[in-house]
């Protein structure tokens, strides 16, 4: 079996070409750097890590429920639907929800690394650069661990979800440097900490909840470098200019709020679309879901000055404008506490594992004497 024949929904081509443009920009100012950006890029070095040590990959995972949630957060529960679905289709439902959710999870990591290696091209200023190029190793890391637990854990794929797809596009196609830094750093990166961020607190899988909260720990990183970049830039574009990037901003976050319906897995297993699709929209869990997954978006375009009418109207749209008002810096901060938490607590359960098998050996051997 090939890893075409893995996915659930037939992929034609096992490569996907995506003109780009812009120019590859040289920068021969060596000393010319701001302090906080060349910080962050220490801090990318230092927290550098391999997923095949840091990772217990001899965790077990349930393939129909991945992440371990409870049943309450199924979209369908409650539906005539569902309540006439035998267990077996029910289980198939929840392996296909959980290997979409990963699969997006792993083709979102793949366009971070392509588009992170274009930042690193295309930035202007060599201190951006620096930290885009630990960006990259992030993102192949990330990349290795999210192909590396489908395959052991789940065994097949979804493909790219069309709203993604075209997101990635606009970034990469677009000639103006930023716009890669704006569709993938603020964008598609502040909505995929956030989904993280509410699978991870609320999984109950412990080898999911280590995945989560280490990719987490590097995106938190990810989203600052383009808070930062992006907030000087943008102070000293036109109006116009900065009228431009607010229409990408809109348009990308209508598509990124589509982007986690999970209409794929209703076609896939051949559901009534329309039907499900209602179930989701109206569900009152998918919609506190849909307005989480802007936690991270809302204050970081807001904080790089891109607020303008248009934004505002269409956030108060979505129904996402109150998180203007949350603490980015705080949420990013409380991001890499968490994972060094699963680290501590990884030490001592290796700690208590180790003494129990010191204190067993010991009491054998009184036995044998």
Partial sequence: MTMRDRYTIPVPESTWDVPMAGSAKFNWEYDDSRDRLLSLYQKGKDKQWD???????????????????PEEFNPLLGSDLWDRM????????????????????????????????????SVPDMDSKFYAATQVMDEARHVELYAKFIDEKIGMYYPINQDLAK???????????????????????????????????????PLVKQLLAYVMQDEARHVAFGRLALKDYYAELSSKERAEREEFVVEGCYLMRDRFKGKEIFETLDMPVKECMDYVDNGQMY??????????????????????????KAYADMGVLDHAKSDLVQLMRQDEEIAEEVDRAKHEQELAERHAEVHEAIAQGAESS
């Fill in 51 to 69: 997923a095949q040590k840091r990772i217990d990959w001899d965790l077990p995972v349930d393939p129909d429920n991945v992440t371990g949630l």
């Fill in 167 to 205: 997101l990635l596009k606009e970034s990469l196609s677009d000639g103006r440097w930023d716009l890669p830094y704006l569709g993938m750093q603020v964008l598609i990166e502040g909505l995929a900490l956030a989904a993280f961020g509410l699978y991870r607190d609320m999984s109950t899988n």
């Fill in 287 to 312: 919609q506190l879901y849909q307005s989480m997954l802007f936690s991270r978006i809302v204050p970081c375009v807001r904080d790089i000055g891109l607020w303008g009418d248009k934004v505002q």
């Fill in 86 to 121: 035998p267990q077996k289709a029910r289980d198939e439902f929840g392996r296909h929800q959980g290997t979409w959710l990963f699969s997006q999870f792993l083709h979102g990591e793949q366009g971070a690394l392509t588009v992170s290696a274009r930042i690193v091209e």
